[in-house]
């Protein structure tokens, strides 16, 4: 091996070890505080929850015989109808003998992909529109400013009713509704950050040592304009469960057939006076995951507040 | 509208009708020359103009928002000021989980529980319908907040969590301004320096969320208007969506968007009347 590969190798650990060491003090920072905890765990219920059918499989192949005792099948239906909490049934049963906890479970999946996938295609659009706006300014700010305002006059949820409206029901359509309702918050978010970060010294330095505008905004703006979004998107992706849960519960999301939050929530209207858990869980785990994504997203901010952070490491 | 098998006559008939034979621009000319004319088209399904279905109902879904809209005034922004005035209290703390809970409670979830404790359970109030505040009878006041006030809770309390979230932070800042230091040292009472000083240099930001709250309370009277059957816009959409009843569609978000775009104007407005030293003119 070569000195130079050699020297290389070792500015490459040691700029690993000192990134390991950051995540650590991360880590325990983040430990610290109770309610980011307590969303964590949530959030890691609501993962396994969302990837339940793949976990069973794993479960069955290598025969563990943890999670085949958990009832799980959505659609079947028993003989126990609308009957209140049981061990057998946690959740009750709804009016057609559907064990609720299994449809809940099953209903994590489409929120979980519903608001990954939407956000994701949004974040890719709408992030480099923000960030090439910044950065130019002049007619293409404007343009991207322009379509940012128009799309900025519709409230999201408007915007997701109305593309359903036009595209019709199914999960395809609720995530593409969701990936273009975000796309103007994307924007808007990281154009501000660029805006600000287009002004730094080392910006100008790079551009004197003759950075290309493409390297600039890729290497040097982006990465430092993104903790910002990445922490918002923590809040987009609650407002996206929340979202999709509204527009199932009004019977305009993913086929009826398949069994989400909002629509467990919608199908047992009927039966609210005599059921009384058909009306709570649903909302309830709802409401548990908006939370603990509201509150890891605010931990999360809290450790990105690079004031606070200087101020923890050296003690002041 | 004629079926699947629609005779082809028939189907050119509608389309010469609709206009849907002539080219698309030619087709967007005419409709923008109607929306000045304020016509939307007829329904497909009613055969009625679009424009008086929503005329009965707006009144309808402003009369919600507008309920919605005070209680969260009135729930988020005391609630605010207490918990700044009494920071790190057992006062704080509570409204602190509350409005963490208010924020993310679904409005819809939030209306189920409501229909299911005051309507079912203790039977105090209607959980469905509208009546109108004035007729040719005169006032009904009972009739027509009854029938708004637990659906307005519904709407409400995700922007009075917000409200109370903002006018805390505001109100903190402004409380550690040494303006009101000297004022306490001047020997003015706790409530003027609160309520005169510190609450009304709070209100900028707290009316910075103003555009927030009103997109909530849109979306939100959409949904709840489902869940406690008020024929207003929001039900209009929806069941005019399920029904692929288009004109009302585009006639019901193209009233959205102007509403919120004016609703947006009239916050800047506000800002300018709250805070002297923003000016509009250059």
């Keep these: ?316 | 509208m004629v079926g699947n098998e629609g005779d082809p006559a028939n189907i050119e008939k509608i389309k010469n009708r609709l206009g849907l034979n002539r080219p698309i621009p030619v087709q967007y000319f005419f409709y923008l020359k109607s929306i000045v004319k304020l016509d939307l088209g007829d329904s497909i399904y009613l055969r009625l103009p679009v424009l008086d279905q929503i005329k009965t109902a707006i009144p309808r879904s402003l009369s919600l928002a507008f309920v919605s809209f005070v209680i969260a005034i009135l729930i988020g922004i005391p609630a605010g000021i207490i918990s700044a005035t009494r920071r790190y209290s057992i006062w704080d703390h509570g409204a602190t989980l509350i409005a963490f809970l208010g924020l993310a409670m679904p409005g819809f979830w939030l209306g189920v529980l409501l229909i299911l404790v005051f309507g079912v359970w203790l039977g105090l109030l209607p959980v469905f319908g509208y009546m109108p505040l004035f007729d040719k009878d005169g006032v009904h006041f009972w009739a027509w907040f009854s029938r708004l006030i637990l659906p307005a809770i519904a709407t409400g309390t995700g922007s009075a969590a917000i409200l109370a979230r903002q006018t805390r932070s505001a109100m903190l800042e402004t409380l550690s301004q040494d303006y009101i230091r000297t004022a306490y040292a001047k020997g003015l009472q706790e409530r003027v320096v609160i309520w005169r000083h510190a609450f009304r240099n709070s209100l900028i930001p707290v009316i910075t969320v103003m555009g927030i709250i009103l997109a909530l309370l849109l979306n939100g009277v959409v949904i709840i208007e489902v869940v406690f059957a008020i024929n207003g816009l929001g039900r209009l959409l929806v069941n005019s969506i399920l029904g692929r009843d288009y004109p009302i569609v585009q006639g019901v978000i193209l009233l959205t968007a102007v509403l919120f775009i004016l609703a947006n104007f009239i916050v800047d407005i506000l800002y300018a009347f709250v805070n002297p030293r923003i000016r509009y003119t250059d």
């Design chain 1, 1 to 316: 091996m070569s000195q130079e590969s050699q020297a290389a190798l070792e500015a490459d650990l040691g700029l690993s070890r000192r990134n390991r060491r950051g995540f650590k003090i991360y880590a325990r920072r983040y430990a610290r505080d109770k309610r980011a905890m307590f969303g964590l765990v949530v959030l890691i219920l609501f993962v396994l929850a969302a990837g339940y059918t793949q976990i069973a499989e794993l479960d069955a192949k290598w025969d563990i015989g943890i999670v085949s005792n958990i009832p799980y099948d959505p659609q079947i239906q028993g003989y126990e109808l609308l009957e209140g909490p049981t061990l057998g049934h946690p959740f009750g049963t709804d009016n057609l003998g559907r064990d609720v906890l299994s449809r809940l479970i099953s209903g994590a999946r489409v929120s979980m992909i519903v608001g990954l996938f939407g956000l994701t295609m949004a974040g890719l659009v709408g992030i480099p529109l923000g960030v090439l706006a910044a950065y130019y300014g002049g007619w293409v700010d404007m343009i991207v400013m322009r379509y940012i305002d128009i799309q900025w006059a519709f409230p999201n949820f408007i915007i997701a009713v109305m593309l359903v409206g036009i595209f019709g029901l199914g999960l395809q359509n609720v995530i593409f509704a969701i990936f273009l309702a975000y796309i103007d918050d994307f924007a808007r978010v990281i154009r501000g950050m660029v805006l600000a970060i287009k002004e730094e010294d080392y910006i100008l330095a790079s551009r004197a040592l003759g950075v290309t505008d493409a390297r600039l905004m890729i290497k040097h703006i982006f990465p430092n304009a993104l903790p910002p979004v990445i922490v918002l998107s923590s809040v987009f992706f609650a407002a996206a469960i929340l979202l999709e849960s509204g527009l199932t519960f009004l019977g305009l999301g993913v086929s009826p057939l398949t069994p989400t939050w909002g629509s467990v929530l919608n199908d047992a209207r009927p039966f609210f006076s005599s059921a009384w858990w058909l009306a709570t869980f649903p909302g309830l785990v709802i409401m548990m995951v908006v939370l603990s994504t509201n509150f890891v997203g605010d931990a999360l901010r809290d450790l990105n507040d690079v004031r606070e952070y200087d101020s923890s490491v050296t003690g002041a």
